[in-house]
């Protein structure tokens, strides 16, 4: 009975505190009840810190991120920006090489037409030449018959 007595208690005990069992010399099993002591220690502060520190933690490697970030933007639009020039500069020099070109074709091509009228010109002048000399001499033949 005094078993079932104890096994009774034990719940009771158990929800005010701890319960030990100690072998004593003068019994062999002695219960004892330890009441839980309560420490009031600033966990919440340490977690705080904790806290603090991870929030920090995190906004200087989304800072870092943000401005890696902005460098090769910056980068990548200096890139642009430097090709943009370089495509102007081409663009210009072709330009000036397509107008020098023109220039050159154009004096080609008036100083072949005035080699092309000077020759047509000095032909159609022996031509005439050679008409007038054929025209004296069958005008000769032509006397001498008569």
């Not at 009975?1 to 034990?10: E, F, I, V, W």
């Not at 505190?17 to 009840?33: C, I, P």
């Not at 980068?75 to 370089?86: V, Y």
Request: proline content about 1%; hydrophobic content about 35%; overall charge positive.
């Amino acid at each position: 009975m005094a078993s079932l007595a104890l096994t009774a208690s034990l719940p009771k005990i158990r929800q005010s505190g701890s319960l030990f069992v100690r072998n004593n010399r003068r019994n062999s099993r002695a219960f004892l009840h330890c009441t839980p002591t309560y420490c009031q220690a600033s966990g919440r502060d340490k977690g705080s810190d904790a806290v603090e520190k991870g929030v920090d933690a995190a906004k200087q490697g989304a800072d870092a991120a943000k401005q890696t970030g902005q460098d090769i933007k910056d980068k990548a639009a200096s890139a642009a920006e430097d090709m943009t020039q370089k495509t102007k500069e081409v663009a210009g020099k072709v330009s000036e090489t397509v107008q020098d070109m023109t220039e050159k074709a154009k004096q080609t091509v008036q100083g072949a037409w005035g080699t092309v009228k000077e020759t047509v010109a000095g032909k159609a002048e022996d031509a005439k030449d050679c008409v007038k000399d054929n025209a004296e001499a069958v005008k000769r033949d032509m006397d001498s018959k008569n």
